[in-house]
């Protein structure tokens, strides 16, 4: 049960961190995990009062050629995530006074520890944000299987180190390497959740200090007392208001919570919540001083995609009220999962994570394996990468039964795939989502390349679905055969209700 709010009662003095309680920023990574979310949905959420919205938008750092979807779903699918940087937006260097109050060593960090996909109809009215765990392993374009937090970071140094062996400059290799690793995140949250990304907003960890502060703080609930010096986290039960390093400590909590991250992406989805209805109240839309702050966070800490009409966007949104903004989270396969490398990941099932998004958003399809279309109308290529002789042909034929059309029946040479896919033009094709649910529940990936309405289907030695010898249900990303902590999605958290829900 909750524990009795506090709202009026004066907060207890903290307890000094001790040294090296931060365990240097190997620790600190997760405050980005409210960053992204915050300072972006307090900008595509209320538009930041009206009357200062060109001096906004003419703030905002920019950037091009992500491979965005441009809407064509009927819908606006935008992309949040936020990057662990010692500058701002811009470039500039943090002070030397940011860096201390962030707790910001000298190390790089390239993770997106937030990664929030937020979907809005065109008719404004109503926003659904789903978060993906950090640890989530999934394939990333061009490096494989690995943790889509490192989708950003590990094609950035990978694309730098090539171009800087070919002479490139340095501020050059920097550039286009950063644009390299924003864009294979962006392809490994369509592939992984079957929606196209319209829209891409980023945010470093400045953001999140100064958006808490820009509305006065942000009030939380707490169902025990927490004591955690790994992330600084020193607060007692119950209800309390946060400032911008309180609260950094608040969401970057990972650690001594029953379910880890998952509980810490509770944590943020009610932070944000809240921040949402503080920044919806009057008290912050009529008042210049907290708007112009607010107006400042987000100028110096966002960078969002050039082609984004943001003004427009923010009309689109008046409707909008805290109560109609939802918060989910995909549901994950396995909690404690390993690789056979010894590295702990958070195991998700592409295609369930698709399922899951769809019935979300409101585009289920699930009473129809084939979501509508005619099997008549899909040509198939089938290639078998698995060494299993036949398995293509095999495929091919229990396409053909269920009255798909095939193309192309041939062993893979495209380069080692650890498992089995349908590839097409984008992830939410649905041709390709009608192909992959006749085979058993396929994922679903973008190949760049691939015409619009082709779709490609994959085989690897871990395919046991129609035409397979085993029949038997697929397991994408791992043969093995211990116990997994499979955990459903929690129920959606509302912005906009009476005060914070109070968590773990």
């Known amino acids: 049960m909750s524990q009795p709010t506090r709202a009026s009662a004066p907060l207890p003095s903290r307890r000094p961190a001790r040294s090296g309680s931060w365990g240097g920023w190997r620790h600190a990574n997760p405050l980005r995990a409210l960053a992204a979310a915050a300072a972006v949905l307090v900008l595509v959420v209320t538009g930041l009062g009206w009357h200062s919205v060109d001096q906004l938008v003419s703030s905002i750092e920019r950037i091009g050629n992500l491979g965005l979807g441009g809407g064509r779903d009927g819908a606006v699918d935008i992309l949040m995530v936020g990057i662990d940087s010692r500058t701002d937006a811009h470039g500039n260097p943090l002070s030397e006074d940011e860096r201390a109050m962030l707790h910001a060593g000298d190390e790089v960090g390239l993770n997106t520890d937030t990664i929030v996909l937020i979907r809005v109809p065109n008719n404004g009215e109503s926003a659904t944000a789903i978060s993906i765990p950090r640890d989530s392993y999934v394939d990333i374009p061009g490096m494989g299987m690995g943790k889509i937090n490192s989708a950003y970071g590990a094609t950035k140094l990978t694309e730098q ?6 002479g490139v400059s340095e501020a050059d290799a920097d550039k286009r390497s950063t644009l390299a690793g924003r864009q294979a995140l962006i392809k490994s949250v369509a592939n992984l959740t079957g929606i ?7 945010v470093g960890l400045l953001g999140f200090v100064l958006l808490t502060d820009a509305v006065g703080g942000v009030d939380v609930c707490l169902n025990n007392p927490v004591y955690e010096p790994m992330s600084g986290a020193d607060f007692p039960a119950g ?3 946060l400032n911008g390093p309180e609260a950094l400590s608040f969401v970057r909590q990972r650690h001594e919570l029953p379910r880890g991250d998952l509980d810490r992406i509770v944590r943020q989805q009610v932070y944000m919540a809240q921040l949402v209805h503080q920044v919806l109240s009057a008290k912050t839309l009529t008042s210049p001083g907290r708007l112009k702050e607010l107006s400042d966070a987000v100028g110096r800490t966002v960078v969002l995609d050039n ?5 427009s966007f923010m009309h689109q949104l008046q409707d909008l009220s805290g109560g109609q903004v939802k918060f989910e989270t995909i549901p994950v396969k396995d909690l404690n999962g390993w690789t056979d490398k010894g590295e702990s990941v958070v195991r998700v099932d592409p295609p369930a994570v698709q399922k899951y998004v769809a019935k979300t958003i409101g ?27 036949g398995l293509a042909g095999q495929a091919a034929q229990a396409l053909a039964v269920k009255g798909f059309r095939t193309g192309t029946v041939d062993n893979w040479i495209g380069g080692p795939i650890q498992s089995s896919r349908v590839l097409a033009a984008s992830g939410g094709d649905p041709k390709a989502r009608a192909v992959a649910a006749a085979l058993g529940g396929l994922p679903v990936f973008a190949q760049d390349g691939l015409p619009e309405g082709s779709v490609r289907v994959v085989l690897a030695s871990d395919y046991s679905g129609p035409g397979s010898a085993t029949g038997s249900t697929l397991d994408f990303t791992t043969g093995s055969t211990t116990t997994m902590t499979p955990v459903p999605p929690a129920p959606p958290i509302d912005a906009g209700k009476n005060g914070p829900k109070c968590v773990n």
């Open 239 to 241: 209800r309390q208001k």
């Open 196 to 202: 196209t990304v319209d829209h891409y907003a980023e």
């Open 161 to 166: 180190q090539k171009l800087l062996d070919k």
């Open 363 to 389: 585009e289920d399809d699930s009473h129809d394996e084939t979501g509508g279309i005619d099997p008549s109308t899909v040509t198939a290529d089938v290639y078998n990468a698995s060494g299993a002789g």
């Open 307 to 311: 082609g984004w009409d943001v003004l």
